[in-house]
């Protein structure tokens, strides 16, 4: 490829570096000037032109863009169609995005003009995100180092997803006197949160006394007991392990099993222990697990989900980029090409799960008000359905038989909270968490007590979020003020996933990085019925 400047009367067949705007039209970056085109540019005063002239064996942008994607072995992976010289590729799956920097890095020594951009190694990925980009710098580049490139590619595995594989993990949990009873539940809870996200589920849980024995029978019986899924088995210690023969690795031994590595060079995570019985991994969580925050013992169960089995040098080698203490968690890529509007779904979550403590004890709960001699619950519900969704999922807690009553032959997903009484976050995660959400584009975060919200509020929610490209969070405002209902993007919802205790979602909107569109849809962004007197202000009667 020749580039520089070309004097327009012999600029016929040269391709543009520049668009250019006419009095009567333009041309585009990229157009590749005919006959005509240089009679209108030398009409319009145009006496030179930027551009670039193709020669023999020469790919253009796109051409080369997509020949190197071809070449990438397409499993659980989707491609966009190349545009100015970018191919974006995508997760077809939930699962681990895996990296080989030694063949990206000699893919891109290639030649400077042609790049791979990627995630970093082991990255957990959801469908639909954005893991590599190929770009090609100029207009035109040799077919000889697209071929090359491409070799590349075919010959090693440069980059891939291995999907997440369902895992039935048992759960062992050793009790000292010191360890409080309320600490264990909320283990088991957020560990069940950690393998939701890659589809599996905690079938069991065992509480055994703090010593090897008791752990060990405690592993064996897990063993034992017959599973559809692969097995997998957890053990959270009630005191940490701070040597290879503590509790822990003594009791894998004694279950017939060896133990792999005890400890690990990331922080927090230092005290994990990994073993296997058998084909069956078991892991020994460090007590930072009990946390739903980044940690070491997250990047080996994800490894150990997508069906690798890690090894004392894999782990050994966790130390660069293990130091998680102060690395906040940022949105994943965006895409860089728009997708159409019609495409971008948006998800609703219905939070119908508090206790209405504000109502009086023993006094009517709020949502089984009626409006119009619709109860409030099924009222908001309907709003929702009629927003424009692509799923309605109503999560419940807090008298849960009548609420589901209320929302009978109601086309909406029902997820129960049992840890409704431990505020807003558990439901954020129990709605958020679930399949229709986790497939959305966003989630339109929506609370049940809020009567003045229609669902041309919500359609206009949802028109600004797809105008943005489903790369903002749009929030209802009135006059300025936040308020609700709030459309979430799937970027922000692994951050929303390790929320706990009576919090929203408001310190993530004001951390992600990400732009905020806010909506003004009036009064009905402030107007919640906490309370009886606020029911009958906003037109309800109480009920139930």
């Not at 004097?7 to 333009?26: C, I, Y």
């Not at 063949?103 to 290639?110: C, E, G």
């Not at 701070?242 to 005290?271: H, S």
Request: charge should be negative; proline fraction near 5%; charged fraction near 20%.
């Amino acid at each position: 490829m020749i580039f520089g400047e070309f004097s327009t009367v012999n600029a016929e067949g040269a391709v543009l570096a520049h668009s250019l705007r006419l009095s009567d039209g333009s041309f585009a970056k990229g157009h590749k000037l005919d006959h005509g085109d240089v009679e209108r540019l030398i009409a319009a005063g145009i006496d030179h032109v930027i551009a670039a002239r193709i020669e023999p064996g020469d790919l253009m942008e796109d051409e080369a863009a997509e020949q190197l994607a071809q070449a990438v072995a397409p499993d659980h992976l989707t491609f966009s169609k190349a545009t100015t010289g970018r191919v974006n590729i995508h997760s077809a799956v939930d699962g681990l995005f895996v990296a080989n920097r030694a063949a990206v890095d000699r893919l891109n020594s290639v030649d400077p003009a042609i790049t791979l951009a990627c995630l970093a190694d082991h990255v957990p990925v959801r469908s639909g995100d954005v893991v590599a980009t190929f770009k090609i710098i100029p207009l035109a580049v040799s077919g000889l180092k697209v071929a090359a490139g491409a070799d590349i590619l075919r010959r090693m595995p440069v980059f891939e997803v291995k999907p997440f594989l369902p895992h039935a993990v048992s759960l062992v949990a050793t009790e000292l006197p010191s360890l409080k009873t309320g600490v264990m539940d909320k283990t088991a809870r957020i560990l069940s949160q950690r393998l939701q996200l890659a589809g599996s589920v905690l079938q069991r849980e065992e509480r055994v006394a703090h010593r090897a024995k008791a752990v060990a029978d405690a592993i064996g019986q897990a063993l034992e007991v017959p599973d559809q899924l692969p097995k997998l088995v957890i053990v959270f210690g009630a005191s940490a392990v701070i040597d290879a023969g503590d509790v822990i690795p003594e009791a894998i031994r004694l279950a017939g099993g060896e133990v792999i590595q005890v400890g690990m060079p990331v922080d927090p995570g230092n005290l994990l222990v990994l073993g296997k019985v058998g084909d069956v991994h078991v892991v020994g969580a460090p007590g930072c697990a009990r946390s739903p925050k980044e940690n070491g013992f997250d990047w080996v169960l994800d490894r150990i989900l997508a069906g690798e089995q890690p090894t004392p040098q894999d782990i050994s080698g966790m130390g660069v980029g293990g130091l998680l203490m102060e690395i906040q968690s940022r949105p994943r890529p965006r895409d860089i090409a728009a997708k159409p509007a019609a495409q971008i779904s948006v998800a609703v979550v219905l939070l119908a799960a508090g206790r209405a403590s504000r109502m009086g004890e023993g006094g009517s709960h709020k949502l089984l008000a009626e409006f119009d001699g619709v109860p409030l619950v099924r009222r908001s519900a309907s709003t929702a359905m009629a927003g424009g969704a692509s799923a309605v999922i109503v999560v419940t807690g807090h008298r849960r038989d009548d609420i589901e009553l209320a929302l009978r032959d109601l086309a909406v997903e029902q997820v129960f909270n049992p840890d409704y009484a431990s505020g807003m976050a558990s439901s954020l995660v129990a709605g958020v968490g679930t399949q229709g959400a986790q497939r959305a584009d966003g989630v339109l975060v929506m609370l049940a007590d809020m009567p003045g919200v229609t669902s041309d509020d919500l359609k206009t929610l949802i028109a600004a979020f797809r105008e943005a490209n489903g790369q903002a969070i749009v929030r209802a405002v009135s006059g300025g003020k936040r308020g609700n209902p709030v459309i979430l993007p799937r970027a922000v919802l692994n951050a929303v996933m390790r929320l706990e205790g009576d919090v929203g979602a408001r310190h993530i909107i004001e951390t992600s990085g990400l732009p905020v569109v806010d909506v003004d849809i009036g009064e009905a962004a402030h107007l919640d019925v906490d309370t009886p007197e606020a029911v009958i202000a906003a037109g309800g009667v109480l009920k139930g």
